[in-house]
């Protein structure tokens, strides 16, 4: 079992920035591929950002292209997703997500509880 846990999100004007951290515990050795996912209010879950184990490959939701960034450290077990020129469209819940044997929603099979980036106009 792997577990997962965000902090960082909060409040902010738009063009703003915010730093999400995700900590990660427990069977940490078996999570490959780590993604960032949201859900904004009467919308579905999208995929805002992934990395692979090494961090040497990342992808991106075109909307966040050039604005975000994410990154991980194996050695501490923390992901982090860094937000610049936030737009009122970026709202909503953000969810780390690690993948371990592939099941799962979107393939991921730990994801944390979420935490909550509001960017006002």
């Known amino acids: 079992q792997v577990q997962l846990v965000e902090s960082g999100g909060g409040l902010v004007q738009a063009g703003g920035s915010l730093r999400l951290s995700c900590a990660a515990s427990?069977?940490?050795?078996?999570?490959?591929?780590m993604a960032w996912f949201r859900q904004a209010p009467g919308k579905d879950r999208e995929t805002v950002a992934t990395i692979s184990r090494g961090g040497d490959t990342t992808s991106y939701h075109d909307s966040v292209k050039g604005r975000f960034t994410i990154s991980r450290n194996n050695v501490k077990n923390t992901l982090t997703l860094q937000m610049d020129s936030l737009k009122p469209e970026d709202t909503g819940v953000y969810y780390c997500?690690?993948?371990?044997?592939?099941?799962?929603?979107?393939?991921?099979?730990?994801w944390g509880p979420g935490t909550q980036v509001t960017v006002s106009s």
């Open positions: 997500a690690g993948q371990s044997t592939g099941r799962g929603f979107g393939g991921y099979d730990s």
């Open positions: 427990g069977r940490t050795f078996t999570v490959q591929r």
